[in-house]
Each structure stands twice: as C-alpha cells, then as structure tokens.
C-alpha cells in the first residue's frame, strides 16, 4: 500500500519562504513521477508542481520563479521549496503519486492521474 506524508507547512509573512516534504513507503520510489497540487478554502484543487522519475519538472504558471519541486530517491522523499511567498499561496497542500502501473511516466498535471494522496499540509501566507 502506498503512503504518502506531508510537512514542513506552517504560518509565515509574505516574501517568506517554506519547505515542504513528503515521504512516500510502499513501492519503488524513484520509478515514479510525483506532483503537489493546493486547495485553497472554497476553491478547487490544482496544480503546483511534478517532477519525473527522470527529474524533469513542470510548474503551474502561478508560482514558476518562486517554488522549486526535487526529489531524494535515497530518502523517498518528494520536497517543495518555497520563496517570495504570497497571501494567495494560502491552501492545503498535497503531494501525489500515480497508479502503481504508471511507472516511468513523465508527472501530470491532472489530479484525475493520480491514484495516491497525502493527508495535506496547511500553509498560511499572512500579509
């Protein structure tokens, strides 16, 4: 069973920086993209990151420039740095990881490709 934990979210000022981690158990890591998606209160989830098994990467619009998605296949462990925080980078946080037969596949940006989800990590971006 794959498992995916989230940290590292928390209360910051904005133009603060924050770094997210997520552990994942239960199968071999490094054969699989990973994504972060958000869900801000009243909103729809949506994309934030993914990174290959190859560690190309991807990035919504939103945040390019400013948050950096990298991997540790040694720890298994997928990270989120973010910089230059913003109020509207307020959400729950989540990592993802697709379906056990998506193994070398390039990351998604569709959350409908994913099969595993972390329980979510709250960052709070005050002005």
């Known amino acids: 069973q794959v498992q995916l934990v989230e940290s590292g979210g928390g209360l910051v000022q904005a133009g603060g920086s924050l770094r997210l981690s997520c552990a994942a158990s239960?199968?071999?890591?490094?054969?699989?993209?990973m994504g972060w998606f958000r869900q801000a209160p009243g909103k729809e989830r949506e994309f934030v990151a993914t990174?290959?098994?190859?560690?190309?990467?991807v990035y919504a619009d939103s945040v390019k420039g400013r948050f950096t998605i990298s991997r540790d296949n040694a720890k298994n462990t997928v990270y989120l740095q973010m910089n230059s925080l913003k109020p509207e980078d307020t959400a729950v946080y989540y990592c993802?990881?697709?379906?056990?037969?998506?193994?070398?596949?390039?990351?998604?940006?569709?959350?409908?490709?994913?099969?595993?989800w972390g329980q979510g990590t709250q960052v709070t971006v005050s002005s």
């Open positions: 990174i290959s098994w190859k560690t190309n990467t």
């Open positions: 993802a990881a697709p379906a056990l037969d998506r193994a070398y596949v390039s990351g998604s940006q569709w959350a409908d490709e994913y099969d595993y």
């Open positions: 239960g199968r071999t890591f490094s054969k699989y993209s």
